[in-house]
């Protein structure tokens, strides 16, 4: 078996903060080491919220993940889309 | 009764006319509940608006007006929901959101329809960017006061 | 803000098309919630419907809807207000009444239909009387639960 | 000055009380005796549902003079147009 290189995490951005990272999307490699775990954990949001040092606060923006509404804590698997949300301001 | 509601639920980057809508709408039930929103001549500040601009999360937006529209008729009991919900630049005086709900009975028509409306503003990813006039713009952060 | 809501207000002897009515409407405010009913095509206890006949007290009917509309206007400061009423032998199917309010936002638009249409079910002089399509027919003491 | 005869209260009747009582409209003469009366007093909706022997109870029907809800109670006025209202059902 080959061995196989696990899909990234896409990571999105909208309106005002997306405006504010300067980014709308990029791809996260699902293996890096992210700082507050020894070994390769799969990452949350709310790691890559801090190790991509976005603005503002996380707890005023919202987590969703393959397009439904999730916690910041919620382990990520590969491949998974991941977006933060800011305020939502619709109809 | 857990009869399924027909859903109805599409987004228009383009001018929509709610009354061509609602005519071509096949629903049943005798009662019917139907909100039309339309973009304010001014911005929240009170100047003068240009254009509103309505971003939006491709797919999930879709996929979330879907899960709250079939929630909300399921706890309703209503039997047939319509939603249009623009997005992209829209214009003052435009509509922004047609909402109609058909049920057996007035209360859960109006319930509903009142229910999905909150829940849409508040749980589907869409961003309003206000354009005034003066060509300053700014995102809002939340929905005109109930 | 005491302003006065523009009132329209007609009973229809005949059957009448609420789209067409509404495109026909002149309203203002970013916030419009509307209300169809339509005649069920059973009657209250189940059995088919011929169609319901809908007798009115003339000059109080009118007066009654216009006293209503302009309270509950006033209450939840509302633009505009549309009201049809159908009158006469009204079939299946076929569109019984229809309220609708223009409003500056949702919330008065919405609590401005809901309570008017409780109110004019309630406190304007209308009769229904079942006529079943097997000959018997009877005058309703009150209306279909909220 | 001639003498005028008083305007009689028109009264009316709707719906299934109309279909009980077996008639729709009648004038009352306004300066008629009525029972309860020791003169010609104006008489009030209560006196004339009591006097015409209206099927039911007036408790279940309501008043209007002149189009407008009214007291059961209320003085009549020469000219007035009282109707009986059975239980609305409109909507």
Redesign the interface.
């Known amino acids: 078996m080959a061995l196989h290189t696990p899909a990234p995490i896409r990571i999105r951005l909208f309106a005002a903060l997306r405006e504010q990272a300067g980014w709308a999307e990029r791809d996260w490699p699902f293996n890096d080491h992210i700082p507050p775990h020894p070994q390769a954990a799969p990452p949350t949001p709310r790691d890559l919220w801090e190790t991509l040092q976005l603005p503002g606060a996380l707890g005023d923006v919202r987590v969703a993940i393959n397009h439904q509404f999730a916690e910041a804590d919620t382990a990520l698997q590969a491949g998974d889309e991941l977006a933060f949300l800011p305020p939502i301001s619709g109809g | 009764m857990d009869r399924v509601a027909q859903l109805q639920i599409n987004l228009h980057p383009a001018a929509f006319e709610p ?1 061509t809508l ?2 071509r709408w096949q629903h049943n039930g ?11 001549p001014t911005a929240s500040d009170g100047a003068a608006l240009l254009a509103l601009e ?4 491709p ?2 937006t879709e ?2 007006l879907e899960n709250l529209a079939a929630g909300c008729c399921r706890r309703h009991g209503a039997i047939s929901c319509l939603v249009h ?1 623009r997005i992209g630049r829209v214009l003052p005086g435009e509509a ?2 047609l909402v109609a709900i058909g049920a057996d ?3 859960p ?2 319930r509903c ?2 229910e999905l ?1 909150e829940a ?10 206000e354009c005034r006039t003066d060509g300053i713009s700014h ?8």
């Open positions: 009354l609602l005519s005798a009662a019917e509940s139907q909100f039309i929103g339309r973009v304010r309505l971003e939006h999360y797919g999930m996929q979330q919900h922004i959101v009975r007035r209360g028509a109006q329809c009142q409306l849409l503003k508040h749980d589907a990813p869409f961003w309003k960017r995102w809002l952060t939340g929905n005109t006061p109930l």
